[in-house]
């Protein structure tokens, strides 16, 4: 995994395609801040809402760095696509989107009680300066797909089961997988402020072990009852380390 610096908006990024990064962290005089909607709020509203709040903060939509999303339900493969394509141009329009490479981190995943009726935004974060800041934050959504070309399905572990023995395997390789990316900022478990999982399978048979052992819970632990957001992936973690978060 490479860093590749995005100065305008005041982040690193850690590549990872067209349609998000596996992760942000402040750059050097800069803090990130994150801000939580009460309620879901469509994209089309959302970001507009979300440029008016930063622009307000004094701060240009480049620095927009991170979100959460939610959908209504899982898609295909296609689907996904589709939807990463329209999410794009958004942020192609805000300078952060060049067209190929995406620095923005992201999570997106399905509430499987009282879904979104659209895509909508659940949080946003973005960067703010702040002499002497503490190292700061967001490691997107991993599920259980190993990276790479081919189908959601040819990449997933265990794809199809989900018995306890597949959810710790799971588990055991997105929790790898967000360590991966936490390194690469020469940051862990210790670092973090809140971690969250979303999945609709119980948990509790290994979280001792694979969750809590490692210190993945280090910050606590927000468990949804959602699902990621492409159609047989069953578990998705995220991270991040944030000193301000606000709710609006």
Not at 2 to 18: E, M, S, W
Not at 48 to 77: H, K, M, N, W, Y
Request: net charge negative; hydrophobic share 40%.
């Amino acid at each position: 995994m490479t860093i590749v610096d995005f100065a305008p908006g005041g982040f690193r990024f850690i590549p990872a395609g067209f349609q998000f990064s596996s992760g942000v962290t402040a750059l050097p005089g800069f803090a990130v801040h994150r801000v939580r909607f009460r309620s879901p709020v469509p994209l089309s509203q959302g970001f507009s809402t979300i440029e008016q709040f930063i622009r307000a903060a004094g701060r240009p939509p480049v620095s927009f760095c991170a979100c959460e999303l939610r959908s209504p339900a899982p898609f295909t493969d296609a689907g996904f696509r589709a939807f990463n394509e329209s999410y794009v141009e958004p942020l192609r329009k805000w300078g952060l989107f060049d067209g190929n490479t995406n620095p923005v981190a992201r999570s997106n995943v399905c509430a499987a009680i009282g879904p979104v009726a659209e895509p909508s935004f659940h949080a946003f974060a973005f960067t703010v300066p702040t002499p002497d800041a503490p190292p700061t934050f967001v490691i997107s959504g991993s599920a259980e797909a190993r990276e790479g070309k081919g189908s959601y399905q040819e990449r997933t572990i265990r794809h199809g089961e989900t018995d306890p023995d597949a959810m710790r395997e799971k588990a055991r390789f997105v929790v790898s997988e967000i360590e991966r990316r936490l390194a690469v900022f020469d940051c862990g478990w210790a670092d973090t402020t809140a971690t969250q999982v979303y999945t609709v399978h119980d948990i509790h048979p290994f979280f001792a072990d694979e969750i809590v052992r490692r210190g993945a819970a280090h910050g606590g632990l927000t468990w949804h009852l959602h699902r990621p957001p492409v159609l047989g992936l069953e578990f998705e973690m995220d991270c991040r380390s944030i000193a301000l978060e606000l709710v609006i």
